[in-house]
């Protein structure tokens, strides 16, 4: 003890020592705050492997907004929601769908959902800026390594900022990156819309010429998916030779093709030809992600029906919030021998429980105890949310049937898409033939009749069925002058929306909400002279 | 003794004749001392004497006058003369006495010296509850202290907010805590039963000499220490019982199918839907079965807390040792849950040489908390469940089959979290008396705390099942604090009428945090829990930061015939965690002190026996901030391309600030102490403003930047409060006395700037930070910003013409602010969340050998959001939660919401409840055993008592505790419970 204790006071004396040699020597150095465990920013947007492993961040950052959980996982699946395809018929994604969140400014859905896409893309775009100017500005470094890293930003950076235009439309896009310096630099006005589509046009046409259509590490931006971006910037611009050019560049490569059977378009990891580009997810891997409950969202309860338990063949775990409405249903049934009825969504949930199976029904029949009726509510809400078609693209094959956590990878863009944006550039140019042969190379390879005759309204529906809750509807219907009217047609089903405690959606719809509302928190910190969206207020 | 003596001589006397004679005595102490210098007036005349050396006094008086004896530091005595010549007077301590020393930062004081504002708590009442969070036990003791309750689980931790909040930044309102002269990270560090006393220091002039750390006020615990002479054991043990309380009731089965109707009743047509589309068939068959879940009942247990604490003290002339041992173990009302701690202190002063004295203190602790697993909620859980299965088995889907919810009592079961700490402090301190006026002091301190945490979640755990195989996470943190001291003192005499004293500190500081953590799964088997062998490493996290401070400190104080008192402090600081160029902060302070009591024109008036004023005005400094924000600091984000994992990184959503320096509060506090009647009332009045400057503020920066916060300095914050606290010893006679204690404080946060940023109508424009706060000139920085409720629509209501158009009867209501028929946040208003003001009135009322203590606390003025009122699934019938008498179109409720099948809007408005409370914290009843029934076994006093703590509670706001949402997050906070003790107090 009593060495212990002399030993302490050396040490005190010693350490005395040393402080005080340390006050008078270098107390800056003394003082300094250093990062010890964190990897530093300088390092990040200033050295070769820094740019490098900051291009990585942005995969993972523009993933980020897909595994959102908050509002039961309804944030990626907004747009769905407010597209003319689907009818919301519980939970937070139904409160989107009938215009109570997400279409006014007070609304929650609005500050919370609406609020985490203007913020997600624009810290995408804030990351690639960065790295954008410090790829351009570090020296020594190889050439192709250099436009490697520039073009994975760059087109990076294109795809949040379309995605802001299209949602947004009164958008601020600053190529600087942000600094303590103009952190708090309040923007005057939106940037015109001219200079949004130079930034874009610039962007892809330096990855396309900078990137190669393979990539060994499948995830990651290639020329394909970049064209494929680029050509739907030129359909918005009404550029319909520069998309059909880009259409057709990126199918003669030769680099993609459609996969045979649209059985096999959301199997397993979407690594194949058909894919452009992915989000990707892998469960209890270090860099997988969080998982997103989206495929929950959009497959009914149906195990709460007798008869019927959970088994992935039936869709795994669902809730049911979202669906698909009569209109859409009616598009798949339009050719009975359409394949994307039962693989790309779910009509059939089978019986496949012995103990609870109602009398007169077998082991593998699909569940038909409700019925969608027109009046009555007991019925329609007990068919809704327990025998209503579901939705197949986002579920994870390798979850267990009970578990609504998935990690299946989520499909961006492919080349079916492609194939009806040539079509619709080709129609507008006046080539139908090669149209005609786009559109029909989606509907052979889904089983059905070619076409002969073609119109936008082909064009849209095939888009509907081919495409449908991936995303893109909702875009498309805005591009293309349509939104309000197929809402006001089509919006959810008709018994629903007289049933709804609020009101009828369609009596709350406006022209206006093609935009949507840049929520109050983020106008509060552009200043007073940044314009909102019309119609807010 | 000497009492019986002193009446049997005054009986004596009483008979002797009156007249004008010379009446004599001596003056002693209980020990039988002479007092000298003792004022002995004629009561009602200005005449009298002083006693001598020798405690000898000598006055003229009328036979039938009556003497008054007074000394401070001593009750004041008052005899008739009844024609005595000889009046001998024993004088007791007064126990409020002002002669008492106080420690100050870097010394110690006479109470009566003292020039800021510094209350001394008193430990025995404060130490009554039964718990180790020193936090709760100062609640209440002293004014301008506002304590909130932080986490009521076993072990848990209190905040405490001395005067108002006067940071914005995250850690910048807790007070620095400094036990026996070194910082302290954690007040519940210390057992209670070492504790000697506390002192909290509130104004700049107090605090400044702790600079940088200062702001919030300082909190001075010192511990137990030996004394020289006879050596002495004492023991102190109690149990407590413990059992929840609450103020609100949940719905029932029946009651809760019910409110699930009603929610899914068709608005426009009053048709309810069938049993079948709105409970599933599981929930259909507890209804048929009239099985219902109880499930706080199943989860709740009442819980026990057993402490012992052994002390022992020792001395002679050059050496003092005390030690004590400390065992405590406290079991949680929620299974799973349990603090346990062992705490060993060894304290020795030794005197070296006639000029050298080494202090030394080593602590050592050992505690173990274990936790319930996470998520654990028993209030809004549906009841319509099934918990247990015919053979009284666990079910794990108490939902049903279909529903894939775990049972929480089966997680419960299936998981260990367990955190074991062990906690070693030595500190030693060697002064060295150069001269007699003139001594120079080495304080060393090394702290090292180790945390290891362990986490497991077995394979039947809903984490852990389907295939994970487990899930374990190991952590590690090890804390280590080393601090060194030069502190010079100089006191030269200058004469009897100046007092002056010098005091010079050097100061380094150095806290280290190294953490470890390993999330791992796949586990073999289950039987090893967290220390088994793991096949899967699923993530790692390595997390090291360092922060240390440089300080020079010089202090002066200066008194004038114990009149006027003057006293200047200034500290330079230089901190690590700001920027480069703004690492050091200066901290002058100064106060003044004047005793009217001393002066000459004041001692005629017999009813002052003190009277003295203190204005002080200072600067103070807050670094409450974490390291590296003054750097880019990139997160790790790997991602993952065909399968393989890839490292990845991006600039972290706070964006750095390369200019970050101080913030600085600046206070002006005026009070004046008193001592009235006899020392029968005694107070202290108090006003006080600090003004903070350089918010370090953490501002949400707009999205199109790509981050959302960075922390600058920028605005001013003013807290103005009052206070007082009164003592008054109603009676104090041998056998009984009635001692009455009030504290009030009231204390008023505004916003005075912030960036400059003006809107276009010319106002400041509001800041949210990232604490969801939103700062607003002139308002509180605690506050609720939300539009303001206004009822429930009623039938007939002008709906079409309010702000929510679509609403229907039964619907929140909100007043539309600017009329323009929608409701969005121009329609906010601000709601200041802190009280209006809070205090406490103690009784302590002795009897005998009983004494009766009871501490009522009172908050008054405070507003909460009620998150479980606020929650749209109770009002869908989804949920349990607080039982309301909601709307029905047959029986409209004007105070409570229809239930419907989605979410109302406006709830949040709706929730946000008055927090005023009421409540009797202790009721204590003691009783001495009389010495002599000891005198045969060698004990030498011995106690034993009663102490019910929150016993009543008189509040509005339904929760566990008037203080907490009765959920955090979705888990139930740990509730507050209602205690019994029984304890027991001995020493040899």
């Known amino acids: 003890m009593r060495n212990f204790v002399k030993n302490t006071i050396m040490k005190g004396h010693y350490l005395l020592l040393v402080a005080l040699v340390l006050f008078s020597a270098c107390e800056d150095e003394f003082l300094k705050d250093e990062l010890l465990s964190d990897t530093s920013v300088e390092f990040l947007y200033s050295t070769p492997e820094g740019l490098e492993s900051a291009v990585v961040g942005l995969y993972s950052l523009n993933r980020n907004l897909y595994q959102d959980q908050q509002l039961n996982g309804t944030v990626p699946l907004i747009l769905q929601a407010k597209s003319d395809l689907a009818v919301g018929i519980t939970g937070e994604a139904s409160l989107y769908s009938r215009l109570l969140w997400g279409a006014s400014l007070g609304d929650f859905g609005t500050a919370s959902g609406i609020n985490?896409?203007?913020?997600?893309?624009?810290?995408?775009?804030?990351?690639?800026?960065?790295?954008?100017?410090?790829?351009?500005?570090?020296?020594?470094?190889?050439?192709?390594?250099?436009?490697?890293?520039?073009?994975?930003?760059?087109?990076?950076?294109?795809?949040?900022?379309?995605?802001?235009?299209?949602?947004?439309?009164?958008?601020?896009?600053?190529?600087?990156?942000?600094?303590?310096?103009?952190?708090?630099?309040?923007?005057?006005?939106?940037?015109?819309?001219?200079?949004?589509?130079?930034?874009?046009?610039?962007?892809?046409?330096?990855?396309?010429?900078?990137?190669?259509?393979?990539?060994?590490?499948?995830?990651?931006?290639?020329?394909?998916?970049?064209?494929?971006?680029?050509?739907?910037?030129?359909?918005?611009?009404?550029?319909?030779?520069?998309?059909?050019?880009?259409?057709?560049?990126?199918?003669?490569?030769?680099?993609?093709?459609?996969?045979?059977?649209?059985?096999?378009?959301?199997?397993?990891?979407?690594?194949?030809?058909?894919?452009?580009?992915?989000?990707?997810?892998?469960?209890?891997?270090?860099?997988?992600?969080?998982?997103?409950?989206?495929?929950?969202?959009?497959?009914?309860?149906?195990?709460?029906?007798?008869?019927?338990?959970?088994?992935?063949?039936?869709?795994?775990?669902?809730?049911?919030?979202?669906?698909?409405?009569?209109?859409?249903?009616?598009?798949?049934?339009?050719?009975?021998?359409?394949?994307?009825?039962?693989?790309?969504?779910i009509f059939d949930y089978l019986y496949n429980d012995e103990e609870t199976l109602p009398t007169g029904k077998e082991i593998g029949e699909p569940l038909d105890l409700y019925e969608n009726s027109d009046t009555d509510m007991n019925q329609f809400m007990l068919y809704y949310r327990r025998q209503n078609p579901g939705v197949r693209k986002f579920l994870d094959e390798t979850a267990e049937p009970t578990d609504r956590n998935h990690f299946k990878n989520i499909m961006i863009y492919r080349l079916a898409e492609t194939y009806l944006i040539g079509a619709e550039a080709h129609m507008m140019l006046g080539n139908t033939g090669t149209a005609l042969g786009y559109i029909n190379e989606v509907r052979e390879r889904a089983n059905t009749e070619p076409i002969d005759v073609l119109d936008m309204q082909a064009i849209l529906d095939e888009g509907a069925r081919e495409l449908g809750f991936e995303g893109q509807r909702w875009y498309t219907l805005k591009r293309t002058g349509n939104l309000y009217d197929f809402l006001i047609d089509h919006m959810n089903n008709e018994n629903m929306n007289q049933s709804y405690p609020e009101g009828n959606p369609k009596d709350i719809l406006q022209v206006y909400m093609q935009n949507w509302p840049i929520p109050e928190q983020q106008m509060d910190l552009l200043g007073p002279n940044y314009p909102q969206n019309e119609g807010y207020n | 003794m000497k009492h019986v003596l002193l009446i049997f001589l005054f009986l004596i006397t009483s008979y002797l004749s009156m007249g004008q004679n010379t009446v004599t005595g001596t003056v002693t102490n209980s020990d039988g001392d002479p007092i000298p210098g003792v004022n002995v007036m004629i009561v009602g005349t200005s005449e009298g004497a002083v006693t001598d050396l020798d405690g000898n006094y000598n006055v003229s008086a009328a036979s039938d006058a009556s003497l008054r004896f007074s000394f401070i530091g001593y009750k004041t005595l008052e005899f008739p003369i009844n024609g005595r010549?000889?009046?001998?007077?024993?004088?007791?301590?007064?126990?409020?006495?002002?002669?008492?020393?106080?420690?100050?930062?870097?010394?110690?004081?006479?109470?009566?010296?003292?020039?800021?504002?510094?209350?001394?708590?008193?430990?025995?009442?404060?130490?009554?509850?039964?718990?180790?969070?020193?936090?709760?036990?100062?609640?209440?003791?002293?004014?301008?202290?506002?304590?909130?309750?932080?986490?009521?689980?076993?072990?848990?931790?209190?905040?405490?907010?001395?005067?108002?909040?006067?940071?914005?930044?995250?850690?910048?309102?807790?007070?620095?805590?400094?036990?026996?002269g070194v910082p302290f990270d954690n007040l519940s560090d210390i057992p209670p039963d070492d504790i000697a006393s506390i002192e909290i220091l509130k104004d700049a002039a107090s605090t400044a000499i702790y600079g940088s750390r200062a702001s919030n006020g300082v909190i001075l615990v010192t511990t137990k220490k030996g004394r020289s002479g006879k050596s002495t054991i004492n023991y102190h043990g109690y149990t407590t019982t413990q059992s929840v309380i609450r103020n609100f009731n949940q719905y029932d089965g029946a009651q809760f199918i019910d409110l699930r109707r009603e929610a899914n009743r068709n608005r426009f047509t009053g048709e309810y839907l069938n049993d079948e589309n709105i409970f599933s068939p599981f929930e259909i068959e507890t209804i048929e079965n009239r099985q219902f879940v109880d499930w706080e009942d199943l989860v709740l247990q009442d819980a026990t807390i057993h402490s012992h604490a052994v002390s022992f003290s020792a001395g002679t002339d050059k050496t003092k040792i005390f030690s004590s041992l400390n065992y405590f173990d406290q079991e949680g009302i929620i299974p799973n849950s349990k603090f346990e701690r062992g705490a060993f202190k060894f304290n020795i002063e030794q005197e070296l040489t006639d000029k050298l004295i080494l202090t030394g203190i080593l602590n050592y602790q050992i505690s173990n908390q274990d936790r319930e697993t996470g998520g654990l909620n028993f209030t809004t859980t549906s009841p319509l469940a099934r918990a247990f299965d015919y053979e009284n088995e666990l079910v794990k889907f108490y939902l049903g089959p279909s529903n894939f919810a775990v049972n929480p009592l089966w997680d419960q079961r299936e998981s260990v979290d367990e955190a074991k700490v062990n906690l070693s402090d030595i500190k030693l301190n060697l002064t060295y008396n150069i001269l007699p006026n003139l001594s120079y002091s080495l304080n060393t301190f090394h702290r090292s705390r180790n945390t290891n945490r362990g986490i497991y979640r077995t394979s039947q755990h809903s984490q852990g099942d389907e295939g994970i195989n487990g899930i374990g996470v190991l952590s590690n943190t090890l804390f280590t604090q080393i601090l060194i001291e030069n502190i010079i003192n100089f006191n030269p005499d200058l004469g009897e009428d100046h007092l002056f004293d010098v005091t010079a500190v050097n100061a380094f500081d150095q806290q280290n945090n190294e953490y470890n953590q390993l999330d791992k799964s796949g586990f073999t088997n289950d039987a090893l829990g967290y220390n088994g062998n793991a096949t899967v490493l699923l993530n790692n996290f390595r997390n090291v930061s360092q922060r240390r401070l440089l300080s020079y400190m010089a202090r002066v104080r200066y008194s004038f015939r114990d009149r006027y008192f003057v006293e200047a402090t200034a500290r330079a600081d230089g901190a690590s965690v700001f920027a480069e160029n703004n690492k050091w902060g200066y901290f002058p302070a100064a106060s003044v002190a004047w005793k009217l009591h001393n002066e000459s024109f004041m001692q005629g008036i017999s009813t002052v026996n003190q009277l003295k004023l203190r204005v002080s005005y200072g600067a103070t400094g807050n670094q409450g901030i974490n390291s590296l924000e003054s750097l880019g600091r990139a997160d790790d984000l790997p991602y993952i391309f065909g399968g393989q994992t890839v490292a990845g990184a991006t600039a972290s959503s706070r964006l750095p600030n390369p200019n970050l320096k101080w913030e600085t509060t600046t206070t002006l506090n005026t009070g004046l102490d008193f001592t009235l009647f006899n020392n029968i009332l005694q107070g202290t009045f108090e006003y006080y403003k600090a003004n903070t400057t350089d918010l370090l503020l953490d501002r949400a920066i707009s999205g199109t930047t790509g981050f959302a916060v960075s922390r600058f300095n920028v605005g001013e914050l003013e807290n103005e409060g009052i206070e007082a606290s009164l003592t008054s010893f109603l009676v104090e006679k041998d056998n009984i006395g009635w001692t009455l204690g009030l504290m009030f404080s009231r204390n008023q946060n505004r916003v005075v700037a912030l960036t400059g940023v003006l809107d276009q109508f010319g106002n400041e424009i509001d800041i949210n930070d990232t604490g969801g706060r939103r700062l607003s000139v002139g308002q509180s920085i605690n506050n609720i910003w939300l539009p303001q409720y206004d009822g429930i629509y009623q039938e007939g209501d002008d709906i079409a013409g309010s702000g929510n158009p679509l609403a229907q009867p039964g619907d929140v209501r909100v007043v539309d602010q600017d009329g323009n028929g929608q409701i969005d946040s121009r329609d906010n208003v601000f709601t200041n969340t802190d009280p209006d003001w809070y205090g406490s009135i103690t009784n302590s009322i002795r009897f005998k050998n009983f004494e009766l203590f009871a501490d009522i606390y009172i908050v008054q003025g405070a507003t909460r959001l009620n998150t479980v009122l606020a929650d749209g699934e109770l009002w869908k019938g989804s949920i349990n939660g607080i039982r309301t008498k909601y709307y029905t179109p047959e029986a409209p409720s004007t105070e409570y919401p229809r239930p419907k099948p989605d979410t109302h809007l406006h709830l949040f408005p709706f929730a946000v409840r008055d927090a005023s409370y009421i409540r009797l914290r202790t009721l204590t009843l003691s009783y001495a055993i009389p010495n002599n029934a000891f005198s045969k076994i060698g004990l030498k006093r011995g106690q034993v008592y009663v102490t019910g703590t929150n016993l009543l509670t008189f509040t509005d706001f339904k929760s566990y505790s008037p203080e907490q949402n009765p959920l955090n997050g979705f888990e139930t906070a740990f509730p507050e419970t209602r205690n019994i003790t029984v304890g027991l107090k001995f020493g040899f």
């Not at chain 1, 060994?216 to 550029?239: C, K, N, P, Y």
């Not at chain 1, 259409?247 to 996969?259: A, F, N, P, R, T």
């Not at chain 2, 004081?109 to 130490?127: F, I, L, N, R, W």
């Open chain 1, 116 to 345: 985490a896409y203007w913020v997600n893309y624009y810290r995408v775009v804030d990351r690639c800026n960065a790295i954008i100017q410090g790829a351009e500005n570090l020296e020594g470094i190889n050439e192709d390594r250099r436009n490697q890293i520039l073009a994975e930003a760059k087109a990076m950076r294109a795809n949040s900022i379309f995605v802001l235009y299209r949602l947004f439309n009164n958008i601020f896009v600053n190529t600087d990156p942000t600094s303590p310096e103009n952190a708090f630099d309040i923007p005057q006005d939106k940037t015109s819309e001219e200079e949004i589509f130079n930034l874009l046009r610039e962007d892809l046409d330096f990855a396309i010429a900078n990137l190669d259509y393979e990539t060994s590490e499948f995830g990651r931006w290639t020329q394909g998916g970049v064209r494929h971006l680029r050509a739907m910037i030129a359909l918005w611009e009404e550029d319909y030779e520069e998309a059909a050019s880009q259409v057709d560049s990126l199918i003669v490569s030769g680099s993609h093709s459609l996969v045979g059977t649209t059985a096999e378009v959301f199997a397993g990891d979407l690594n194949h030809s058909e894919t452009l580009f992915a989000l990707n997810f892998l469960r209890e891997t270090i860099g997988g992600g969080s998982p997103h409950i989206m495929s929950w969202n959009i497959v009914s309860s149906y195990a709460e029906a007798p008869g019927v338990l959970p088994s992935i063949e039936n869709g795994g775990s669902g809730a049911g919030f979202l669906s698909l409405n009569n209109y859409m249903i009616d598009l798949l049934e339009e050719d009975a021998n359409d394949s994307r009825r039962n693989t790309y969504y």
């Open chain 2, 85 to 180: 010549s000889v009046v001998d007077v024993t004088m007791n301590d007064d126990i409020s006495s002002l002669n008492e020393v106080v420690v100050v930062g870097y010394g110690s004081q006479k109470k009566a010296d003292v020039v800021g504002s510094v209350v001394s708590v008193e430990v025995d009442d404060a130490t009554a509850i039964p718990t180790t969070n020193v936090a709760e036990m100062l609640r209440g003791r002293a004014a301008g202290v506002q304590v909130n309750l932080g986490d009521a689980r076993p072990g848990g931790n209190s905040n405490i907010v001395i005067r108002g909040n006067v940071s914005v930044a995250p850690g910048g309102n807790a007070p620095f805590v400094v036990v026996d």
